[in-house]
């Protein structure tokens, strides 16, 4: 219960930037620029966001360092992510599933789907980076 109200949280934050910075790429930069550039403009802020909440919940929350704790947060919020992209695609966008699903056969989808994966792994990666501290620590 616990990985659920943990992934559902890591959701929630970066999708509420995704929710934002959605539109602003589909009617303000695509239109200019091509689906591709936007995509690739707004992944640099996608991919901060979530490092930050990753880092965020898993300290906020407390999240044990083993494998499978911070595993089941990325996959329950990649899983909920999922699902809110279908409903999206379909309610918002009025796409068909195969329509959506075939947009990811293209380099815009492409790097979506590392995004998505990006999302899913940050869990278990956030903790292993080095953090800049302001000093040198003299440790590799």
């Known amino acids: 219960m616990r990985a659920l109200k943990t992934g559902a949280l890591y959701f929630a934050l970066v999708f509420e930037a995704g929710w934002v910075l959605g539109?602003?790429?589909?009617l303000c930069?695509?239109?200019h620029i091509g689906?591709?550039?936007?995509?690739?403009?707004e992944a640099p802020l996608m991919l901060g966001t979530t490092i930050i909440a990753a880092r965020w919940t898993i300290r906020?929350?407390?999240v044990s360092s083993a494998l499978?704790?911070?595993?089941?947060?990325?996959?329950?919020?990649?899983?909920m992510l999922l699902i809110a992209e279908v409903i999206g695609?379909?309610?918002?966008?009025g796409l068909l599933i195969r329509d959506y699903v075939a947009g990811f056969f293209s380099v815009a989808g492409c790097i979506t789907i590392l995004l998505f994966l990006l999302f899913a792994a940050m869990p278990l990666i956030v903790e292993r980076w080095p953090r800049a501290t302001g000093h040198i620590t003299g440790r590799f």
């Not at 689906?35 to 403009?41: C, K, M, N, P, Q």
């Not at 499978?68 to 899983?79: I, T």
């Not at 695609?89 to 966008?93: D, S, V």
Request: net charge positive.
């Open 60 to 62: 906020r929350v407390a």
């Open 68 to 79: 499978g704790p911070r595993a089941a947060v990325g996959l329950v919020a990649l899983g």
């Open 23 to 26: 539109p602003v790429r589909e």
């Open 35 to 41: 689906r591709t550039a936007g995509v690739l403009l």
């Open 89 to 93: 695609a379909r309610w918002l966008r």
């Open 29 to 31: 930069v695509v239109p």
